[in-house]
């Protein structure tokens, strides 16, 4: 029996799913909603208890990773808390905006004093993620099985490339050909996930050994590919993006400002990826399952052994479930914004203001990303949830296949 055929029989036993989920800011939010879904109603009216073996995560999809992977035997307790966390964050507590600090980020700073500058402090997340996750458990579910592995995607600033922190019990083998992208086998500490949500100009670098590492959203914000190197068999991922199916031509034409801008090159930075990765996981489960029926398994095999060689993994038909908004979050985050900044009564409230009138309705992605606020949150908490339970039937087969 060759050495792939082995893999075929083990994978026959048990397959591996794995939960990949994306980077987004505020708009996270919606990513809780449908975990709340997964380990409530959805296993009251299955039976069936969400299972995930490799947690993949980045930005802020990367902090619920880690608390996933943290009380992942746990979750149906647990998905409140997560829950009230984000019903907690406030713009006030969060978010404290630091006007001074505005030319330094653009022009930078000649003090030898070491400054980590931003638009925003982010004291008081660096502290939820610290206190909020049991990190000891995270390793003690790796050691004992429960879980495959852990990794979390940053953006190594000086290179650009994409690091991906992974912690496994395994030991991974190298990443051949992919000259953006490398790993580190480590045990996930906070620091790895502060990192990977440090929104460029908006959330402060972090220095990780001597080394600064910021949102790994910037190349690769749903990681679909190294989900798979990793051995999932099967792909649940959320993503933070409503698309639309044809631009509206009712739409009003806006001279893009600076916030405008913003907002788009987000989007393309940190959401519009996913598409991309799921077209052509789509592509190639289609030449696996069409390639397999001119040939015989044992060529098949012989082929796939030189893809692994050339590689460093083998091709195999991946089953996916994506879900993604119903309604456009911009809008949502628009609207909830009206209402916060109606009396600009403090700072933020009235740099909210500002953000609203050079927004226009429609195209509101800037202030989706940075708008923390417990009505919004909510919001989107209930707008993921029924999103996922509409796909309840898909999600159903998704785990009993």
């Known amino acids: 029996m060759g050495q792939l055929a082995k893999k075929k029989l083990e994978e026959k ?6 939960i990949v989920l994306s980077g987004g800011g505020a708009r996270g939010a919606y990513e809780v909603g449908v975990l709340k879904y997964l380990f409530t109603d959805f296993q009251k009216e299955t039976g069936i208890f969400p299972e995930f073996h490799i947690l993949c995560g980045t930005s ?33 507590a969060f978010m404290k905006l630091d006007i001074l600090s505005i030319p330094k980020i653009f022009f930078g700073s000649r003090s030898r004093r070491k400054e980590n500058i931003a638009l925003f402090d982010v004291g008081f997340l660096n502290e939820v993620i610290s206190k909020g996750i049991n990190w000891g458990l995270i390793r003690r579910n790796i050691l004992e099985g429960i879980l495959h592995s852990v990794c979390i995607f940053t953006t190594h600033i000086s290179s650009g490339m994409t690091v991906a922190f992974i912690d496994s019990a395994e030991i991974i083998s ?29 959330f402060p670098a972090v ?12 190349r ?19 993503v933070l993006r ?49 390639t397999k029926k001119f040939i015989s398994d044992e060529e098949f095999e012989k082929i796939n ?22 309604e456009d979050i911009a809008k949502v985050a628009y609207e909830s914004a009206k209402k916060y900044a109606r009396f600009p009564s403090t700072k933020n409230k009235a740099f909210v203001k500002l953000l609203l009138e050079l927004s226009p309705k429609v195209d509101s992605d800037f202030i989706s990303y ?28 998704f785990f009993v296949s």
């Open 305 to 326: 052994q030189e893809i692994f060689n050339f590689r460093g993994y083998y091709l195999k038909c991946v089953d996916t479930v994506l879900v993604k908004p119903s």
């Open 174 to 202: 190298e990443w051949k050909r992919d000259p953006f992208m490398t790993f580190k086998q480590v045990a996930i500490r906070p620091e790895y996930v502060i990192a990977s949500a440090a929104i460029p100009v908006i």
């Open 242 to 290: 409503y698309y639309e199916p044809s631009i509206k031509k009712e739409r009003e034409e806006v001279y893009p400002n600076f916030f405008y801008l913003v907002g788009k090159i987000f989007n393309a930075l940190f959401i519009d990826r996913v598409a991309y990765d799921l077209s052509r996981l789509e592509v190639i489960n289609h030449l696996i399952s069409t």
């Open 370 to 397: 940075i708008f923390f606020d417990p009505s919004y949150s909510l919001e989107l908490i209930e707008l993921g949830y029924s999103d996922a339970k509409k796909m309840a039937d898909e999600i159903y087969n």
């Open 60 to 92: 802020v999809g990367a902090i619920h990773i880690a608390f996933l992977a943290s009380y992942i035997t746990r979750m149906t307790e647990n998905i409140r808390l997560l829950e009230a966390i984000w019903r907690g964050l406030t713009m006030d």
């Open 207 to 218: 220095n990780i050994d001597g080394e600064w590492y910021c949102d790994g959203g910037l």
């Open 220 to 238: 690769l914000n749903t990681p679909l590919s190294p989900a798979i190197r990793l051995g999932a068999d099967k792909i649940f991922s959320v």
């Open 13 to 18: 036993e048990k397959k591996r799913v794995a």
